[in-house]
């Protein structure tokens, strides 16, 4: 399987302002993902990260709230925009190393938004 | 659309009883995985098992199996002779799209085992 680290591992930020989350993998994968699981909640996939193009993002998600990058196979981003407590959530990035392969997650990023 | 249920919110057992934890699911989809994943207190997800729709054997892995049935779209997960260290929540999940990468998870159960 693939070793994933995610930065940071948790963040405290004030409302109103931008939050990037890194993804980085051992080894090319095939596809990637973001989650997010918010206080006490299961979790939702917030979008596709593909790589050289544009994310695609699942219904109530939208690219200027959650603007992702995938620049090579092994590397990806999340930004959370315009931060509200509400945005407080683990955000959790999960990798295929193939097409038909299991999905592994990452450690998660915990933030917290005040 | 896809669902995933896990009607068990909760679940406490005394260490070595066995339990089993509950999952149905919903698809229109002919193939689809199904996954369960535990998330131990330090938040991390850790990778159980993942089975196919075309795949109904049922699978033991020391002290976990799980029953998959078709006919009633449940995943059932069973833990024998339960351990502290069993202390989770546990999310069933299912894939869909194309790819089968993206998932849809149950609300997950709260599994407390006691010494």
């Known amino acids: 399987s693939a070793v994933i680290s995610q930065k940071p591992s948790r963040d405290i930020c004030q409302r109103g302002t931008s939050l990037t989350i890194q993804c980085q993998v051992d080894s090319q994968v095939t596809m990637m993902f973001w989650y997010r699981q918010q206080p006490g909640q299961s979790l939702t996939l917030i979008a596709t990260a593909n790589q050289g193009s544009e994310a695609t993002y699942e219904s109530g998600f939208v690219i200027d709230k959650f603007p992702i990058s995938r620049p090579n196979l092994t590397f990806s981003t999340l930004t959370v925009s315009n931060m509200s407590p509400e945005d407080s959530s683990i955000y959790l990035c999960?990798?295929?190393?193939?097409?038909?392969?299991?999905?592994?997650f990452g450690p998660g990023t915990r933030l917290t938004v005040l | 659309a896809q669902k995933v249920t896990q009607a068990q919110t909760e679940i406490s057992v005394v260490e070595k009883e066995d339990v089993t934890l509950d999952c149905v699911y919903e698809?229109?989809?002919?193939?689809?995985?199904l996954f369960w994943y535990k998330q131990p207190p330090s938040g991390e997800l850790v990778f159980l098992i993942r089975r196919n729709s075309f795949d109904e054997q049922n699978e033991i892995s020391g002290r976990y199996s799980w029953n998959f049935q078709k006919s009633t779209s449940s995943f059932n997960f069973t833990i024998t002779a339960s351990q502290v260290v069993d202390s989770a929540v546990y999310f069933c999940?299912?894939?869909?799209?194309?790819?089968?990468?993206?998932?849809?998870f149950g609300q997950g159960t709260i599994l407390t085992v006691h010494p």
């Open positions: 999960s990798v295929m190393t193939g097409l038909t392969d299991t999905q592994y």
């Open positions: 999940a299912l894939s869909y799209g194309t790819s089968y990468g993206k998932l849809t």
């Open positions: 698809t229109r989809d002919t193939t689809y995985y």
